[in-house]
């Protein structure tokens, strides 16, 4: 059974940077698009970034420039590097990923179990 498991969260100071990590194991599988997503309190679970297969990136207007995505997949791990980080960038982060169990199987959406990321001064 496949699982997303979180790890770099925590507290970090205004200005400051962070790197959220998130493996998945479990297979066998074949990962094809990653993405990250956070939810603030009081909001919706907003869009953050997305790498796809052919590690095409994306990113929403308000991480633009500052966020980058990445994956390894031989570690089967994407990563989020935070920088210029402010106190609206504080929520809990969810990795995100799209995964195919075999060759003939369909697209399966599987999710992380969050990590909060604090951001003040």
């Known amino acids: 059974q496949v699982q997303l498991v979180q790890s770099g969260g925590g507290l970090v100071q205004d200005g400051g940077s962070l790197r959220l990590s998130c493996a998945a194991s479990?297979?066998?599988?074949?990962?094809?698009?990653w993405g990250w997503y956070r939810q603030a309190p009081g909001k919706q679970r907003e869009f953050v970034a997305r790498?796809?297969?052919?590690?095409?990136?994306n990113y929403s207007d308000s991480v633009k420039g500052r966020f980058a995505i990445s994956r390894d997949n031989v570690r089967d791990t994407v990563y989020l590097q935070m920088d210029r980080l402010t106190s609206e960038d504080t929520a809990i982060y969810y990795c995100?990923?799209?995964?195919?169990?075999?060759?003939?199987?369909?697209?399966?959406?599987?999710w992380g179990q969050g990590t909060q990321v604090t951001v003040s001064a």
């Open positions: 995100n990923a799209l995964i195919r169990p075999s060759p003939w199987a369909l697209l399966t959406q599987y």
């Open positions: 479990g297979g066998p599988y074949s990962i094809d698009t």
């Open positions: 790498d796809d297969s052919a590690g095409t990136a």
